[in-house]
Every structure is written in C-alpha cells, then in structure tokens.
C-alpha cells in the first residue's frame, strides 16, 4: 500500500506561484496514476492534474491548463505540480492521489482514487 504526503501550500498574492510535493512511500509510484485534486468550501472535489502511471502522459483540467504543469520524480518516489499565475478562484485544499488505472476518463475521476493524501491549503488573495 502506498501513502501519500502532500507539502508545499500556503498563502500567495494573485499572480503568484507554488510548487506542491506529494511524496510516497511503502511503495514506488512508477506504475500509479498519480492525480491532483482540488476542493474549495462548499464545492466539489474536482481534478487538477493528472500524470499517468508507466508512460507519464498528463492531463489538465481546463481552468489550469497553461499555468500548471505536474512533475513526476520516479526516483524521488515524489509528484510535484507547478502552479503560476495564481487565481483568487485557485483557492482550495489540493489533495495528491494514487489509483492503477490508466484510462483516460476514469483518471479524471476522483471516485477512482484509492489512496489520498491527508492535504494542503492553498490561498490566492486578490
């Protein structure tokens, strides 16, 4: 079984940047899905990013696509998402995931997760 630690967030100005880490441990990431989810007070859990297990293919949720950009460290055991040119509306606790599917729909999902990690808040102020 693998687990997930995720680091990194914190308050930003709009317009600013963060790079977030999510480290694994018990097992290697290389084969997982490794997925970026996000959930801000009364909304929906909703992907950010996702980087695909084996071949590290990624994917983006249309609000982030061109200011994010996921990282994945095989030898580090660590995924790591970019994040620049901060939005108030990028408020949320980002969670870090894991899952051993590999389609590109069901990755986009957060029900296809197994493993999370415990999170970490991120404020953009305006």
């Known amino acids: 079984q693998v687990q997930l630690v995720e680091a990194g967030g914190g308050l930003v100005q709009a317009g600013g940047s963060l790079r977030l880490s999510c480290a694994a441990s018990?097992?290697?990431?290389?084969?997982?899905?490794m997925g970026w989810f996000r959930q801000a007070p009364g909304k929906a859990r909703e992907v950010v990013a996702c980087?695909?297990?084996?071949?590290?293919?990624?994917y983006y949720a249309y609000s982030v696509k061109g200011r994010f950009t996921i990282f994945r460290d095989n030898a580090k055991n660590t995924v790591s998402p970019q994040m620049l040119s901060l939005k108030p509306e990028d408020t949320a606790v980002y969670y870090c995931?894991?899952?051993?599917?590999?389609?590109?729909?069901?990755?986009?999902?957060?029900?296809?997760?197994?493993?999370w990690g415990q999170g970490t808040q991120v404020t953009v102020s305006s």
């Open positions: 995931a894991a899952s051993l599917m590999y389609d590109a729909r069901n990755i986009q999902q957060h029900a296809n997760y197994p493993t």
């Open positions: 018990g097992r290697t990431i290389r084969i997982y899905t």
């Open positions: 980087i695909r297990g084996r071949d590290s293919i990624t």
